[in-house]
């Protein structure tokens, strides 16, 4: 799975580490939640976390929550090709504060278009296959499964997947608070390590992982697995955020005005909590 509209949130401590998760349906619940401290670590998608960053709120992004994972979906009897034949279309984004949308500014810089040839209004993800297939909007771009939906209930067909214009695809990273980062650094080194075994377990074990995951997100196990059993879809391996890659995402942000201006680095990424034989395996992304 990837992590769309959720986010996991509050540790609490028995005999070693636990977690409580919860699921939000929405993103801007969950930007309150973490800088009301609310959340004290949660999956998030990377813009908006350098946006709650860059007005004053103490956190980090410190990991990754996966890799591609992420899709352009158009009606199934759309005949457009490319983002270009949607100009003049309506496309629903998670949020303006998502990769989704930077990627599809990237794309339509590709393409010659420009801001005004497209229409982009923010959706929860699980209302968009519905919203496509009545018609209400032209096209999504979303994280799975919300884009399989659509194309296992015949309403969707693929545009884009999210790897195809953007390599190695970023969409969400883990965010910690400073005081808990600082307060409790071993529980954020736990916490970073079981995401990362976790993410290896489901590499290894699809369709185990999808009957896990599936009541976890209210979705159908058949759904879950269609994503997973996709081996391109959505990869949990090598999840350390590296600098070249955290500086594209940044300039971008800057350009499409989500924030003012870049951050350094080392203001918004910590590494150090992240194993070293987990931060070894990191790749470099040109």
């Known amino acids: 799975m990837t992590c769309p509209v959720t986010a996991f949130a509050s540790e609490t401590s028995t005999s070693g580490t ?3 998760s919860r699921r939000f349906t929405d993103w801007p ?3 309150d939640a973490l800088r009301t401290g609310a959340l004290k670590a949660t999956f998030m998608i990377a813009p908006m976390a350098m946006k709650l960053k860059a007005d004053g709120v103490p956190c980090k992004i410190v990991y990754l929550g996966h890799r591609d994972g992420s899709t352009v979906m158009v009606r199934k009897d759309d005949p457009a090709k490319s983002l270009a034949d949607l100009k003049g279309r309506t496309i629903a984004i998670p949020s303006k504060f998502s990769n989704q949308y930077l990627v599809i500014h990237k794309l339509m810089e590709d393409q010659g278009l420009k801001e005004s040839d497209l229409t982009f209004i923010e959706m929860p993800p699980p209302d968009m ?3 496509l297939a009545q018609k209400s909007i032209d096209a999504y771009f979303v994280g799975e499964p919300h884009a399989a939906k659509a194309e296992l209930d015949g309403t969707g067909r693929v545009l884009y997947h999210a790897k195809d214009i953007w390599p190695r695809f970023i969409s969400c990273v883990l965010v910690v608070r400073d005081d808990l980062a600082k307060d409790k650094p071993e529980v954020v080194r736990d916490l970073v390590r079981g995401i990362a075994e976790s993410g290896e377990w489901a590499e290894t074990h699809r369709s185990e992982a999808a009957k896990v995951a599936a009541p976890k997100f209210k979705q159908k196990e058949e759904l879950i697995k269609f994503v997973l059993n996709d081996p391109g879809r959505v990869s ?3 999840l350390t955020p590296t600098d070249p890659e955290m500086q594209i995402i940044m ?6 005005g989500i924030i003012k201006k870049a951050l350094p680095l080392k203001d918004i ?3 150090s909590f992240i ?6 395996a990191k790749i470099d992304v040109k």
């Open 236 to 238: 949990y391996r090598q």
């Open 251 to 256: 300039d971008m942000a800057v350009k499409t």
């Open 29 to 31: 619940t969950v930007a």
């Open 129 to 131: 296959p519905t919203a």
């Open 269 to 271: 990424l910590d590494r």
């Open 275 to 280: 194993p070293a034989k987990i931060e070894a």
């Open 18 to 20: 636990r977690f409580e």
